[in-house]
């Protein structure tokens, strides 16, 4: 008997919707509660609800899931939509921190958070675009 395996996505791996969006919705609290998330939070708007849909949607379609944000708005162009905002090593480092928390306190599994963070930390230390 062979038994055929399909490769799952990191979507379907993490959970799936409701686990991508209680992660997001954990990554902009974190911004909104904790100091040491003060440089990236005042990247932002007032409100982050508009951010917080922006980046689950971006991530569903990322990670294998539906691509709600290339539906919406085409594209990612991840960095020219950055452009506008300075990004150096400590907003990299911030972003990448509560990002790491988040996944934890919502319980994405450690070899799944790690192999994230080394795909976000990429992309992170690709945004920048300040020298500090």
């Known amino acids: 008997m062979t038994v055929t ?5 990191i ?8 686990k991508l ?9 974190l911004m909104e509660l904790e100091p040491e998330f003060a440089v990236i939070r005042a990247l932002h708007p ?12 971006f991530l569903s379609g990322w990670m294998g899931g ?9 594209h990612p162009r991840l960095r020219a939509r950055h452009l506008p905002f300075p990004i150096g090593t400590t907003e990299r480092d911030q972003w990448l921190r509560a990002m790491a928390w988040a996944m934890e306190d919502v319980g ?3 070899e799944l958070r790690v192999r994230l963070m080394q795909s976000f ?4 230390d690709w945004m920048r675009n300040h020298p500090h």
Do not use: C
Not at 50 to 56: N, P
Not at 66 to 74: H, I, L
Not at 121 to 124: K, L, N
């Open 5 to 9: 395996m399909t490769e799952q996505t």
């Open 11 to 18: 979507y379907e791996a993490i959970g799936g919707e409701l």
């Open 21 to 29: 969006r209680e992660m997001v919705d954990r990554f902009y609290d």
């Open 46 to 57: 007032p409100t982050t609800e508009g951010s917080r849909d922006k980046l689950f949607w």
């Open 66 to 74: 539906p691509d709600a944000f290339v539906e919406r708005f085409g």
């Open 108 to 110: 994405i599994h450690e």
């Open 121 to 124: 930390y990429q992309t992170a």
